[in-house]
């Protein structure tokens, strides 16, 4: 009964009711959507690399090598000489492992000498491989495989040649030895993207004529000398591996980094990120700040709307009044509607972020590496939509006891 | 009390038989012990190293019998890693292996310091009275489980039984990847949903 006269007095004013709705639907949409960009985030972030047990490079932080040997931000403290590198890689642990090798760079794009197994190797978002967009893996000594963003943005094609230059921002380049792309890579989300990758030889052969970071004055080996040069490197910047039987990794780690000929450190991946996303997930509390600001001030606005409605209402209220509806009736009443208004607003927010979701995933997948998964509302989402109305359950009491207070004597009084 | 050492790749010019090596010390906190563990198949790998200070009290090289009693009874309860990490009656794990024992910082390959100690040179001995030699207990376990599936949560008595302890860094390996915890004394619990 009381149900029924809320539904038809909120009918009756169609227009704020659904201008309030609308506020507290986008607000709960916004609120959803953010805690799903969170976590979309988050899992993308964790799973920018997988498959990888352990990263080994010269010993610094965990966070620090993971982060110039996976997102190449920053730059080593030290190489790991390629002598330490045959003894890790010769440890009967060892199923399978990557040297990188990193310092040059191609216009603002960071260069990484490695071998062609990397490919196979590389995983990303649970297991997932690097792919081709177009072309090959590298066969030549000067072929050179680039990210989608590389190339995107460089506007490259397989088969141009491009020349890599010196350190990470110097004029001097490697003019005598250009690269010929042979594949350009599918978009992964990952730095991958953004790397120019050569093979771990290649990057010796560009630096035969080079001693102490500069070129020798007019000293230049023809390439074909270089060829058939061993250009075996004297150190990598770190090493990706991959470990027989997981139960050996933390023996393997702990060996690592006690190895004694030279300081070394191993660092299990997924703690490493799990570390660092500790240190910038601050963010993420603030982007749950701001949301949760918007959801309170369209509450406030849905109160806001249900007091000035009070007045326009006197006659109503007076009239149930007159009916014989109790006090108690029309505190119900006003609380009932606000509870309506606030859970199709909530349910209407819940479609709209998918709707979102749905519309966005493809786009924002292609631009950022965001991948946003359509999974049906956890438990956490819909807590947040209880939270919303028993939230404006709450801030419809006090111009519901209002009303209560003013129906008793007032409304009969009204002088039109 | 927390003593933290963080003394990494000094050469140590003392000795000069160890002039061309690298001496390293690893870092050291009291009350802060490291647990490993890696699920693969049906097996587990667990490697718990604790400071000596944790696990009886002191670190120094134990000569009374008190102490070195308390320290066999130490290697004792570490040796039965059932007993110190409670896992789930449906998990039914078995152990397979466990060791237990204790290393002191001087040297990697000495098992006993009280032992060790008598052994070195004179010139070691410099060493040891500049930076005092802290202990660790090392246990290392392999454990086969029937249904690993099960393993929804392991608690840990460890905290129970040992009052000293006050943190376990937790790091585990699932086929989900590698992940880590912070497991205290007052929530002496490690939800494991989602590591497999």
Request: charged share 20%; glycine share 8%.
């Amino acid at each position: 009964m009381i149900l029924r006269l809320a539904l038809g007095s909120l009918i009756a004013r169609a227009t704020t009711v659904g201008m309030t709705i609308l506020a507290i639907a986008l607000s709960v949409a916004l609120f959803l959507g953010v805690e799903k960009v969170r976590t979309g985030a988050k899992a993308s972030f964790a799973d920018t690399i997988s498959g990888t047990d352990l990263i080994v490079g010269a010993r610094s932080g965990s966070v620090q090598l993971l982060l110039y040997s996976v997102f190449r931000i920053g730059n080593a403290t030290n190489n790991l000489t390629w002598s330490s590198y045959q003894d890790v890689a010769s440890r009967p642990e060892i199923a399978w492992i990557v040297p990188i090798s990193l310092g040059d760079s191609h216009k603002q794009f960071r260069v990484m000498g490695t071998t062609p197994e990397f490919f196979n190797r590389y995983k990303y978002r649970s297991g997932q491989s690097i792919e081709f967009a177009d072309g090959k893996n590298m066969s030549d000594l000067f072929d050179t495989v680039i990210g989608a963003d590389v190339a995107a943005t460089l506007n490259y094609h397989v088969g141009d040649p491009i020349v890599v230059a010196h350190g990470l921002a110097s004029f001097t380049e490697h003019k005598d030895q250009p690269f010929k792309i042979s594949g350009i890579l599918n978009k992964t989300g990952t730095p991958v993207d953004r790397t120019v990758i050569v093979g771990l030889r290649a990057i010796e052969a560009i630096h035969v004529d080079w001693q102490e970071g500069a070129q020798v004055q007019g000293q230049t080996t023809p390439i074909d000398v270089i060829r058939k040069m061993k250009l075996q490197p004297k150190a990598v910047t770190a090493a990706l591996v991959g470990i027989e039987n997981r139960l050996q990794v933390f023996g393997l780690q702990r060996a690592i980094n006690k190895y004694n000929k030279e300081p070394l450190l191993a660092i299990l991946p997924g703690v490493a990120l799990q570390e660092l996303w500790q240190i910038i997930g601050i963010a993420e509390v603030a982007l749950i700040g701001v949301s949760a600001m918007v959801v309170i001030t369209a509450l406030i606005g849905m109160m806001a709307m249900i007091f000035s409605s009070l007045n326009e209402r006197r006659r109503e209220m007076a009239i149930f009044r007159a009916m014989g509806a109790r006090p108690r009736v029309i505190l119900g009443m006003l609380i009932l509607e606000a509870a309506v208004i606030a859970t199709i607003g909530a349910i209407l927010g819940l479609a709209l972020m998918y709707l979102g979701v749905y519309i966005a995933q493809p786009i924002i997948d292609a631009e950022f590496g965001l991948w946003l998964p359509s999974k049906a509302p956890t438990l956490n989402e819909f807590l947040v939509l209880a939270a919303v109305i028993i939230a404006s359950i709450i801030a419809s009491v006090l111009p519901a006891l209002r009303a209560y207070r003013l129906s008793l004597a007032d409304g009969m009084l009204v002088r039109i | 009390m927390k003593i933290v050492h963080l003394i990494a790749g000094i050469a140590l010019s003392a000795t000069p038989s160890l002039a061309e090596e690298t001496t390293q010390l690893d870092a050291h906190e009291h009350g802060v012990g490291q647990l490993n563990i890696a699920f693969d198949e049906n097996k587990v790998a667990m490697e718990l190293h604790a400071p000596g200070a944790d696990i009886v009290g002191f670190e120094y090289g134990a000569k009374s019998d008190v102490d070195l009693a308390a320290i066999d009874a130490a290697l004792q309860t570490l040796s039965d890693p059932l007993g110190l990490f409670l896992l789930p009656e449906a998990a039914s794990c078995i152990v397979i292996t466990a060791h237990a024992k204790l290393e002191s910082e001087d040297s990697d390959h000495d098992d006993h310091d009280e032992e060790g100690h008598d052994d070195h040179d004179e010139e070691g001995h410099d060493d040891h009275d500049e930076a005092p030699g802290h202990t660790e207990f090392h246990a290392e376990y392999l454990l086969e489980c029937a249904n690993l599936t099960e393993m929804s949560a392991i608690t840990f008595s460890y905290f129970e039984i040992f009052p000293n302890a006050l943190e376990l860094e937790v790091q585990v390996i699932s086929d989900k990847g590698a992940t880590a915890f912070e497991i205290e004394r007052d929530v002496a619990k490690l939800d494991l949903r989602g590591i497999f």
